[in-house]
């Protein structure tokens, strides 16, 4: 079993759709959770980066995290077409020393039709 | 306030050869993570370098190593390249301290062939 699981998608939805994209993971020390967007062929971009549990709204994207359920999500409100692309989240356990690491999920592709 | 920077963007080597590359991080950004990402199984941890030291390794052959330079830009090297070290090698620059928020250059594409 894989550290932190990702429904590849993909996912496809009509332009102003709101967007849920989830993760689950099995190692209860991961403490920070992040969300990278990759266009084909770029690196990823970090869109939000959270530490423990709650909740981070930035502009159209809100990030949840629930360690009791080792749970994550983003939400996209009023995806765009230019929103079209894998979503990828990321744990580690902590900063420096052997912990800060990042453990990727598999990234799930979007696909926002206009 | 300048990204991250990894050369080249594109290589082909055979296999049997060795490969370096490149990667300058964000001003102020003391560490400096490698990650090989592949439609198979994504984004996998290399190592990263705090101050020029290797801080954290992941589960690589001795193949692949790496460096620091003082000024915190890091190499990478791929010695006898196989067929299946083709990938988008990543680079992922962080302050190093107080938080994990790490963020990635555009990549080397390496094909081996």
């Known amino acids: 079993q894989k550290e932190v699981e990702q429904d590849p998608g993909p996912l496809s939805v009509p332009e102003g759709a709101i967007v849920s994209l989830n993760c689950t993971y099995s190692?209860?020390?991961?403490?920070?959770f992040m969300w990278y967007r990759q266009y084909s062929r770029k690196g990823p971009e970090l869109l939000m980066y959270t530490y423990s549990s709650g909740n981070k709204e930035d502009g159209r994207f809100t990030a949840q995290v629930d360690k009791s359920s080792k749970y994550i999500s983003l939400f996209i409100r009023d995806s765009q077409p230019s929103d079209s692309a894998t979503y990828l989240c990321?744990?580690?356990?902590?900063?420096?020393?052997?912990?800060?690491?990042?453990?990727f999920g598999t990234g799930t592709l979007l696909a926002v039709q206009p | 306030k300048a990204g991250v920077t990894q050369t080249p963007r594109y290589l082909i080597k055979t296999r049997g050869q060795q490969v370096t590359l490149s990667c300058s991080p964000i001003?102020?950004?003391?560490?400096v993570s490698w990650y090989q990402q592949t439609p198979g199984q994504g984004l996998q941890f290399l190592f990263e370098y705090f101050s020029e030291t290797q801080r954290n390794k992941g589960n690589f052959p001795g193949r692949f190593s790496g460096r620091q330079f003082s000024n915190s830009r890091s190499e990478m090297n791929v010695s006898t390249l196989e067929l299946g070290d083709s990938a988008l090698y990543l680079c992922?620059?962080?302050?190093?301290?107080?938080?994990?928020?790490?963020?990635f250059g555009q990549g080397t594409r390496l094909t081996v062939v």
């Open positions: 190692n209860s020390a991961f403490q920070y």
């Open positions: 990321a744990m580690s356990e902590g900063y420096g020393g052997a912990t800060n690491k990042l453990i």
């Open positions: 001003s102020g950004h003391r560490s």
């Open positions: 992922a620059s962080s302050p190093g301290t107080m938080t994990t928020e790490a963020f």
